[in-house]
Protein backbone atom coordinates (compact mmCIF):
# COMPACT_ATOMS: atom_id res chain seq x y z
CA UNK A 1 0.00 0.00 0.00
CA UNK A 2 1.40 3.33 -1.04
CA UNK A 3 1.27 5.86 1.95
CA UNK A 4 0.32 9.55 0.87
CA UNK A 5 2.98 11.84 0.31
CA UNK A 6 2.85 14.17 4.33
CA UNK A 7 5.44 16.47 2.57
CA UNK A 8 2.64 17.95 -0.02
CA UNK A 9 0.94 19.02 3.52
CA UNK A 10 1.13 23.04 3.76
CA UNK A 11 1.95 23.25 7.20
CA UNK A 12 5.49 21.61 7.44
CA UNK A 13 6.31 23.37 10.73
CA UNK A 14 3.29 21.13 12.77
CA UNK A 15 5.73 17.96 11.24
CA UNK A 16 9.02 19.53 12.96
CA UNK A 17 7.20 19.79 16.16
CA UNK A 18 7.53 16.03 16.38
CA UNK A 19 10.93 15.79 16.60
CA UNK A 20 11.10 18.64 18.99
CA UNK A 21 8.58 17.27 21.36
CA UNK A 22 10.65 13.76 21.38
CA UNK A 23 13.73 16.65 22.30
CA UNK A 24 12.18 17.79 24.93
CA UNK A 25 10.92 14.62 26.40
CA UNK A 26 14.27 12.99 25.87
CA UNK A 27 16.38 15.94 27.66
CA UNK A 28 13.61 15.43 30.93
CA UNK A 29 14.28 11.45 31.31
CA UNK A 30 18.08 11.84 30.88
CA UNK A 31 18.30 13.56 33.99
CA UNK A 32 17.30 10.09 35.64
CA UNK A 33 20.18 8.09 33.43
CA UNK A 34 23.33 6.75 36.13
CA UNK A 35 26.50 5.98 35.25
CA UNK A 36 28.40 2.42 35.46
CA UNK A 37 31.09 1.71 37.39
CA UNK A 38 33.75 2.70 33.79
CA UNK A 39 32.45 6.41 34.39
CA UNK A 40 31.94 6.72 38.05
CA UNK A 41 34.53 4.61 39.68
CA UNK A 42 33.40 0.97 41.58
CA UNK A 43 33.36 -2.53 41.66
CA UNK A 44 30.56 -4.05 39.01
CA UNK A 45 30.00 -7.59 39.36
CA UNK A 46 27.19 -9.63 37.39
CA UNK A 47 26.44 -13.34 38.59
CA UNK A 48 24.34 -15.75 37.28
CA UNK A 49 22.00 -17.22 39.20
CA UNK A 50 18.79 -18.91 40.15
CA UNK A 51 18.78 -17.19 43.77
CA UNK A 52 15.11 -16.07 44.59
CA UNK A 53 16.19 -13.73 47.32
CA UNK A 54 15.14 -10.37 47.20
CA UNK A 55 16.69 -7.15 46.39
CA UNK A 56 16.27 -5.85 49.56
CA UNK A 57 17.17 -8.89 51.55
CA UNK A 58 20.85 -9.33 49.40
CA UNK A 59 21.47 -5.61 49.91
CA UNK A 60 21.32 -6.10 53.32
CA UNK A 61 23.09 -9.22 53.26
CA UNK A 62 26.17 -7.64 51.12
CA UNK A 63 26.37 -4.85 53.38
CA UNK A 64 26.87 -7.12 55.92
CA UNK A 65 29.45 -9.47 54.49
CA UNK A 66 31.43 -6.98 53.19
CA UNK A 67 31.09 -4.11 54.81
CA UNK A 68 30.29 -1.36 52.40
CA UNK A 69 26.88 1.05 52.36
CA UNK A 70 23.98 1.18 50.03
CA UNK A 71 25.22 -1.79 47.38
CA UNK A 72 23.37 -1.50 44.45
CA UNK A 73 21.43 -4.46 43.11
CA UNK A 74 19.41 -4.17 39.78
CA UNK A 75 18.10 -7.46 38.45
CA UNK A 76 19.34 -8.27 34.57
CA UNK A 77 18.65 -10.27 32.12
CA UNK A 78 19.60 -14.20 33.27
CA UNK A 79 21.27 -12.86 36.48
CA UNK A 80 21.91 -9.91 38.99
CA UNK A 81 24.25 -6.91 38.48
CA UNK A 82 25.34 -5.89 42.22
CA UNK A 83 27.17 -2.92 42.19
CA UNK A 84 30.05 -1.73 45.02
CA UNK A 85 30.99 1.72 45.76
CA UNK A 86 34.90 1.61 45.34
CA UNK A 87 37.32 -0.04 48.54
CA UNK A 88 38.34 3.64 49.98
CA UNK A 89 42.15 2.07 50.78
CA UNK A 90 42.06 0.67 47.08
CA UNK A 91 40.94 4.26 45.76
CA UNK A 92 43.64 5.97 48.16
CA UNK A 93 46.52 3.75 46.97
CA UNK A 94 45.49 4.46 43.31
CA UNK A 95 46.10 8.14 43.74
CA UNK A 96 49.53 7.94 45.09
CA UNK A 97 50.24 5.67 42.65
CA UNK A 98 49.09 8.30 40.04
CA UNK A 99 51.27 10.16 42.11
CA UNK A 100 53.92 8.02 41.87
CA UNK A 101 53.87 7.77 38.31
CA UNK A 102 53.75 11.62 37.96
CA UNK A 103 57.10 12.13 39.61
CA UNK A 104 58.91 9.18 37.74
CA UNK A 105 57.70 10.95 34.58
CA UNK A 106 59.17 14.17 36.17
CA UNK A 107 62.34 12.21 37.15
CA UNK A 108 63.00 10.79 33.64
CA UNK A 109 62.93 14.41 32.00
CA UNK A 110 65.09 16.03 35.16
CA UNK A 111 67.59 13.11 34.46
CA UNK A 112 68.14 13.47 30.28
CA UNK A 113 67.97 17.27 30.84
CA UNK A 114 70.82 16.30 33.95
CA UNK A 115 72.74 14.49 31.13
CA UNK A 116 72.72 16.65 28.53
CA UNK A 117 73.66 19.69 30.90
CA UNK A 118 76.50 17.33 31.88
CA UNK A 119 77.96 16.92 28.15
CA UNK A 120 77.29 20.20 27.79
CA UNK A 121 79.36 20.90 30.79
CA UNK A 122 82.51 18.36 29.76
CA UNK A 123 82.76 20.58 26.42
CA UNK A 124 82.51 24.12 28.00
CA UNK A 125 82.99 24.53 31.86
CA UNK A 126 81.18 27.63 32.35
CA UNK A 127 79.97 28.65 35.69
CA UNK A 128 76.27 29.33 33.80
CA UNK A 129 75.76 25.52 33.14
CA UNK A 130 77.50 24.76 36.39
CA UNK A 131 74.90 26.45 37.77
CA UNK A 132 72.26 24.40 35.85
CA UNK A 133 73.63 21.04 36.09
CA UNK A 134 73.73 21.47 39.94
CA UNK A 135 70.48 22.57 39.78
CA UNK A 136 68.88 19.88 37.59
CA UNK A 137 70.55 17.19 39.94
CA UNK A 138 69.26 18.68 42.91
CA UNK A 139 65.39 18.10 40.77
CA UNK A 140 66.84 14.89 39.84
CA UNK A 141 67.00 13.48 43.63
CA UNK A 142 63.97 15.67 45.06
CA UNK A 143 61.75 13.43 42.36
CA UNK A 144 63.38 10.37 43.24
CA UNK A 145 62.64 10.91 46.88
CA UNK A 146 58.69 11.94 45.96
CA UNK A 147 58.66 9.12 44.47
CA UNK A 148 59.97 7.15 47.56
CA UNK A 149 57.46 9.20 49.59
CA UNK A 150 54.14 7.93 46.94
CA UNK A 151 55.41 4.64 47.79
CA UNK A 152 55.05 4.58 50.90
CA UNK A 153 51.76 6.85 51.39
CA UNK A 154 50.82 3.60 48.76
CA UNK A 155 51.76 1.05 50.95
CA UNK A 156 50.21 2.47 54.26
CA UNK A 157 46.97 2.67 52.46
CA UNK A 158 47.08 -1.01 51.34
CA UNK A 159 47.77 -1.98 54.55
CA UNK A 160 44.30 -3.54 55.65
CA UNK A 161 45.20 -6.32 52.68
CA UNK A 162 48.54 -7.39 54.51
CA UNK A 163 50.39 -6.50 51.27
CA UNK A 164 52.41 -2.98 52.65
CA UNK A 165 55.19 -4.83 53.96
CA UNK A 166 57.94 -4.28 51.13
CA UNK A 167 61.49 -4.00 51.23
CA UNK A 168 63.82 -1.50 49.41
CA UNK A 169 60.92 1.16 49.29
CA UNK A 170 64.23 3.78 50.02
CA UNK A 171 65.67 2.35 47.13
CA UNK A 172 67.55 4.66 44.65
CA UNK A 173 66.39 2.84 41.73
CA UNK A 174 63.23 3.81 39.96
CA UNK A 175 63.06 0.37 38.32
CA UNK A 176 62.67 -1.07 41.88
CA UNK A 177 60.48 1.66 43.53
CA UNK A 178 58.37 1.30 40.22
CA UNK A 179 57.92 -3.03 40.62
CA UNK A 180 57.28 -2.35 44.41
CA UNK A 181 54.30 -0.44 43.40
CA UNK A 182 53.14 -2.01 41.10
CA UNK A 183 53.30 -5.25 42.29
CA UNK A 184 51.58 -4.15 45.96
CA UNK A 185 48.60 -2.71 44.50
CA UNK A 186 47.93 -5.80 41.51
CA UNK A 187 48.08 -8.04 45.43
CA UNK A 188 45.86 -5.83 47.04
CA UNK A 189 42.88 -5.31 44.18
CA UNK A 190 43.97 -9.59 43.59
CA UNK A 191 42.92 -9.97 47.41
CA UNK A 192 40.30 -7.83 47.39
CA UNK A 193 38.11 -8.75 44.25
CA UNK A 194 38.82 -12.75 45.91
CA UNK A 195 37.36 -11.69 48.77
CA UNK A 196 34.38 -9.99 47.47
CA UNK A 197 33.39 -13.00 45.14
CA UNK A 198 33.73 -15.50 47.93
CA UNK A 199 31.39 -13.65 50.29
CA UNK A 200 29.09 -13.22 47.40
CA UNK A 201 29.13 -16.66 46.30
CA UNK A 202 27.99 -17.48 50.30
CA UNK A 203 25.02 -15.30 50.29
CA UNK A 204 24.44 -15.86 46.48
CA UNK A 205 25.24 -19.37 44.65
CA UNK A 206 26.31 -18.36 41.18
CA UNK A 207 27.30 -20.31 37.97
CA UNK A 208 29.72 -17.59 36.32
CA UNK A 209 30.35 -14.14 37.18
CA UNK A 210 32.15 -10.82 35.59
CA UNK A 211 34.36 -8.51 37.78
CA UNK A 212 34.92 -4.92 36.71
CA UNK A 213 36.59 -2.34 39.37
CA UNK A 214 37.65 1.04 37.83
CA UNK A 215 38.83 3.95 40.08
CA UNK A 216 36.77 6.84 40.42
CA UNK A 217 40.23 9.05 39.00
CA UNK A 218 39.99 6.73 35.70
CA UNK A 219 36.18 6.70 35.43
CA UNK A 220 36.29 10.68 35.05
CA UNK A 221 39.10 10.46 32.58
CA UNK A 222 36.88 8.40 30.35
CA UNK A 223 34.18 10.10 30.85
CA UNK A 224 36.01 13.57 29.87
CA UNK A 225 37.34 11.90 26.97
CA UNK A 226 34.28 10.61 26.17
CA UNK A 227 32.44 13.49 25.82
CA UNK A 228 35.03 15.35 24.46
CA UNK A 229 35.53 12.97 21.51
CA UNK A 230 31.54 13.55 21.02
CA UNK A 231 32.30 16.85 20.75
CA UNK A 232 35.05 17.10 18.26
CA UNK A 233 32.71 14.45 16.41
CA UNK A 234 29.81 16.82 15.92
CA UNK A 235 32.29 19.77 15.05
CA UNK A 236 33.48 17.69 11.88
CA UNK A 237 30.44 16.66 10.82
CA UNK A 238 29.18 20.55 10.44
CA UNK A 239 32.40 21.35 8.53
CA UNK A 240 32.03 18.22 6.34
CA UNK A 241 28.21 18.73 5.36
CA UNK A 242 29.26 22.70 5.20
CA UNK A 243 31.88 21.88 2.22
CA UNK A 244 29.40 19.59 0.43
CA UNK A 245 26.50 22.35 0.45
CA UNK A 246 28.61 25.19 0.75
CA UNK A 247 25.49 26.25 3.31
CA UNK A 248 25.24 26.72 7.11
CA UNK A 249 21.93 25.39 6.82
CA UNK A 250 22.11 21.86 5.52
CA UNK A 251 24.66 21.42 7.80
CA UNK A 252 22.87 22.43 11.47
CA UNK A 253 20.03 20.60 9.87
CA UNK A 254 22.54 17.67 9.67
CA UNK A 255 23.69 18.17 13.46
CA UNK A 256 20.40 18.62 14.84
CA UNK A 257 19.59 15.17 13.70
CA UNK A 258 22.38 13.28 15.11
CA UNK A 259 21.95 15.62 18.02
CA UNK A 260 18.51 14.82 18.70
CA UNK A 261 18.61 11.04 18.24
CA UNK A 262 21.09 11.00 20.90
CA UNK A 263 18.86 12.73 23.11
CA UNK A 264 16.36 10.41 22.38
CA UNK A 265 18.39 7.62 23.14
CA UNK A 266 19.42 8.83 26.18
CA UNK A 267 16.19 9.43 27.45
CA UNK A 268 14.68 5.90 26.63
CA UNK A 269 18.83 5.12 28.48
CA UNK A 270 16.90 6.69 31.44
CA UNK A 271 13.63 5.51 30.84
CA UNK A 272 14.52 2.00 31.10
CA UNK A 273 17.69 2.01 33.06
CA UNK A 274 20.35 1.58 30.96
CA UNK A 275 23.37 2.70 32.30
CA UNK A 276 25.58 4.98 30.56
CA UNK A 277 29.26 3.73 29.97
CA UNK A 278 32.00 2.67 27.38
CA UNK A 279 29.48 -0.16 25.81
CA UNK A 280 26.61 2.57 25.51
CA UNK A 281 28.66 5.31 24.81
CA UNK A 282 29.97 3.14 21.70
CA UNK A 283 26.32 2.90 20.96
CA UNK A 284 26.06 6.55 20.92
CA UNK A 285 28.90 6.97 18.37
CA UNK A 286 27.16 3.97 16.43
CA UNK A 287 24.10 6.14 16.35
CA UNK A 288 25.83 9.30 14.90
CA UNK A 289 26.80 7.25 11.44
CA UNK A 290 23.72 5.86 10.73
CA UNK A 291 21.66 9.32 11.40
CA UNK A 292 24.24 11.26 9.49
CA UNK A 293 23.19 8.52 6.58
CA UNK A 294 19.62 9.28 6.47
CA UNK A 295 20.00 12.89 6.82
CA UNK A 296 22.28 13.16 4.24
CA UNK A 297 20.24 11.20 1.95
CA UNK A 298 17.49 13.35 2.45
CA UNK A 299 19.40 16.75 2.02
CA UNK A 300 21.38 15.38 -1.07
CA UNK A 301 17.98 14.41 -2.69
CA UNK A 302 16.20 17.69 -2.40
CA UNK A 303 18.78 20.23 -3.07
CA UNK A 304 20.77 18.53 -5.16
CA UNK A 305 18.59 16.29 -7.37
CA UNK A 306 16.35 17.61 -10.41
CA UNK A 307 14.09 14.86 -11.05
CA UNK A 308 10.26 15.43 -10.01
CA UNK A 309 9.27 18.40 -7.40
CA UNK A 310 11.50 18.85 -3.87
CA UNK A 311 8.51 17.42 -2.06
CA UNK A 312 8.07 13.84 -4.27
CA UNK A 313 12.19 13.65 -3.71
CA UNK A 314 11.52 14.00 0.27
CA UNK A 315 8.74 11.40 -0.30
CA UNK A 316 10.93 8.87 -2.46
CA UNK A 317 14.09 9.50 -0.31
CA UNK A 318 11.84 8.95 3.08
CA UNK A 319 10.79 5.41 1.37
CA UNK A 320 14.60 4.36 1.07
CA UNK A 321 15.80 5.78 4.53
CA UNK A 322 13.29 3.89 6.33
CA UNK A 323 13.55 0.92 4.38
CA UNK A 324 17.69 1.55 5.45
CA UNK A 325 17.00 2.16 8.95
CA UNK A 326 14.37 -0.71 9.29
CA UNK A 327 17.37 -3.41 8.01
CA UNK A 328 19.06 -1.70 11.08
CA UNK A 329 16.82 -1.94 13.40
CA UNK A 330 15.73 -5.35 12.48
CA UNK A 331 19.99 -6.72 12.70
CA UNK A 332 20.20 -4.70 16.59
CA UNK A 333 16.78 -6.11 17.50
CA UNK A 334 18.43 -9.79 16.99
CA UNK A 335 21.56 -8.50 18.67
CA UNK A 336 19.58 -7.21 21.49
CA UNK A 337 17.91 -10.37 21.84
CA UNK A 338 20.57 -12.53 21.85
CA UNK A 339 22.26 -10.20 24.58
CA UNK A 340 19.29 -11.11 26.31
CA UNK A 341 19.06 -14.61 26.33
CA UNK A 342 22.91 -14.85 26.40
CA UNK A 343 23.42 -11.98 28.85
CA UNK A 344 25.64 -10.18 27.35
CA UNK A 345 25.94 -6.62 29.15
CA UNK A 346 28.19 -5.21 26.70
CA UNK A 347 25.97 -6.41 23.51
CA UNK A 348 22.64 -5.38 25.61
CA UNK A 349 23.84 -1.72 26.29
CA UNK A 350 24.48 -1.00 22.60
CA UNK A 351 21.97 -2.80 21.01
CA UNK A 352 19.38 -0.87 23.39
CA UNK A 353 20.69 2.36 22.73
CA UNK A 354 20.85 1.87 19.03
CA UNK A 355 17.91 0.80 18.70
CA UNK A 356 16.17 3.59 20.39
CA UNK A 357 17.92 5.73 18.21
CA UNK A 358 16.97 4.44 15.31
CA UNK A 359 13.01 4.90 16.30
CA UNK A 360 13.79 7.82 17.23
CA UNK A 361 15.68 8.79 14.12
CA UNK A 362 12.87 8.05 11.72
CA UNK A 363 10.47 10.94 13.31
CA UNK A 364 13.50 13.21 13.54
CA UNK A 365 14.78 12.70 10.09
CA UNK A 366 11.33 12.26 7.98
CA UNK A 367 9.55 14.63 9.96
CA UNK A 368 11.86 17.30 11.03
CA UNK A 369 14.97 16.90 9.17
CA UNK A 370 13.34 16.66 5.64
CA UNK A 371 10.47 19.54 6.69
CA UNK A 372 13.43 21.95 6.95
CA UNK A 373 15.60 21.26 4.35
CA UNK A 374 11.90 21.32 2.50
CA UNK A 375 11.46 24.59 4.07
CA UNK A 376 15.19 25.99 3.62
CA UNK A 377 14.53 24.97 -0.41
CA UNK A 378 11.35 27.10 -0.78
CA UNK A 379 12.95 29.77 0.46
CA UNK A 380 15.54 29.85 -1.77
CA UNK A 381 13.41 28.98 -4.86
CA UNK A 382 11.50 32.31 -3.70
CA UNK A 383 14.54 34.51 -3.49
Known amino acids: ?87 QSLANANNYLIAFYA ?29 QLQQMNANVNASLQHMQTSLHEELAALQPFGVGNITNTNSSDPSVLTSAAQSAYSAASAKYQNETIAALHSILPFTSYSYQQVTPTLGQFFLSELTNTIIIAFIL ?48 LMLIGYSIDTDMLAAIRILRRGEGTPEERAYSSMRT ?12 G ?28 IFTTWFGNASMILLYKKKKERI
Open 237 to 284: IFFVVFLIFRSPVPSLVVVFGAANDIIIALGAMGLFKIPLGVASVAGL
Open 103 to 131: QKANYSSYLVNATSLSIAYQQNKTPGLLQ
Open 334 to 361: VLFAVSVIEYVPTYYEIAGVVLFGLFGD
Open 321 to 332: GVTMTATAIVSF
Open 1 to 87: MRLPNLYTYKKLKLLIAVPLVLMAIGILLSTQIVLDTSLRGGVSIIVQTNSTLSVGTLASKISAALHVQAPEIAASPGGVQITLPIN
